[in-house]
């Protein structure tokens, strides 16, 4: 699980901002929502021009150097803050898994440059390289003769190098690295009606249809439209040899996505991803229901409650769903001057079950201690 993100100096984070997932409070409701001490669901505020889609990109950065998964490269200009004070962004995740703490930090002049990595389990650092310099180390037991084979004028992240070619000794320590390399790798980033604009996870574009029907679930799907109002006759079918769906109707059948409206192609990317969200890690949707009626928000933030073993965080304007129906006062992040807090964090009140944080948020009532 990840316990805390922490990133200065890249793009619109001037200074350190750090993202809390490890103080959950004592609620007595939506309990599921923490697990092994940490939130594991969560709604992400701002106004315009806050942050929220370069936080996702801050933490989704990891995946550029320690992966080979799918990256939105362009995302990536104008890395550094413009009005930095330093040279170098940088990055600190802090993991735990099989109950021992994982710290993983870095400084990177741009997406594909890293400059120093360090990585550190249960206090011991384990990993350690300056790129600059050419000089570092690894302790994890069976990478010693890796210290004599790389590379130095190698770009490649010295953690990554270790996890593709090292043969590491079964124990402890290195479980809990297979268990973050594996978390990274199935880390997943996307937005809610591009597609393309995705990070991590998988490789390629993919094709929505195709993904869907290949799944065996083309059926579900019709009946997910249907729980949202979206009532069609879906059929497999084949255009320029590719899979695709389309819709039935007495007279003819037509291409799902040629008729479909905006909300319900982003219905369906939604789906396609959401199908997939059981074997992920880490989930960030950026805008997730820019297109959506306000009931509909509500459906899928419950969907997306229930799925289990995986943290997934959303970004959105609408405060309708800020309520404790859906989730909880510790799992509603604000995003404003720098900063992100849980709106539990915000206030010395103490939040009930039965308050209105909607209307509390609007008031006010969270613009800090």
Request: with cysteine; proline share 1%.
């Amino acid at each position: 699980m990840l316990k805390r993100f922490s990133v200065e100096n890249f793009k619109g984070f001037r200074e350190k901002i750090t993202l809390k997932l490890d103080t959950p409070c004592n609620y007595g409701f939506h309990q599921a929502v923490v697990s092994e001490g940490c939130i594991t669901k969560g709604i992400i505020y701002g106004s315009n021009s806050s942050g929220k889609s370069n936080l996702g990109l801050a933490l989704f950065d990891i995946i550029c150097h320690l992966t080979d998964k799918q990256k939105i490269t362009g995302s990536y200009d104008h890395y550094l803050n413009m009005d930095r004070r330093k040279s170098a962004a940088e990055f600190e995740y802090v993991f735990e898994f099989q109950g021992k703490e994982l710290i993983y930090c870095y400084e990177k002049q741009d997406a594909d440059t890293l400059w120093s990595e360090k990585l550190i389990i249960s206090g011991r650092e384990v990993v350690y390289y300056d790129h600059l310099k050419k000089e570092g180390f690894t302790l994890l037991a069976g990478s010693e003769t890796l210290n004599n084979t790389i590379v130095n004028e190698s770009p490649i992240s010295r953690v990554k190098f270790v996890s593709s070619n090292a043969i590491l000794t079964d124990n402890e320590e290195n479980a809990v690295f297979m268990a973050f390399m594996d978390y990274v790798n199935r880390m997943l980033l996307f937005y809610s009606l591009d597609q393309r604009g995705y990070e991590g996870f998988k490789t390629g574009r993919g094709n929505i249809a195709q993904g869907i029907i290949e799944s065996g679930k083309l059926a579900d799907f019709q009946e997910f439209l249907g729980e949202n109002g979206v009532i069609y006759n879906l059929l497999d079918g084949e255009i320029d040899g590719e899979r695709a769906i389309y819709c039935h109707f007495e007279r003819q059948d037509v291409n799902f996505f040629k008729i479909a409206s905006t909300g319900t192609k982003s219905l369906a990317l939604f789906y396609y991803w959401y199908i997939r969200m059981h074997e992920a890690s880490f989930v960030y949707i950026d805008e997730f229901d820019a297109f959506y009626h306000f009931e509909l928000s509500d459906n899928l933030i419950r969907k997306l409650r229930e799925i289990q073993n995986v943290q997934i965080f959303t970004s959105t304007h609408n405060t309708d769903l800020m309520s404790n129906d859906l989730l909880r006062p510790d799992c509603y992040f604000i995003l404003e001057d720098n900063k992100i807090v849980s709106i539990a964090d915000s206030t010395d009140k103490e939040l009930r079950k039965a308050h209105n944080l909607q209307k509390m948020y609007k008031a006010g009532a969270f613009n800090g201690r």
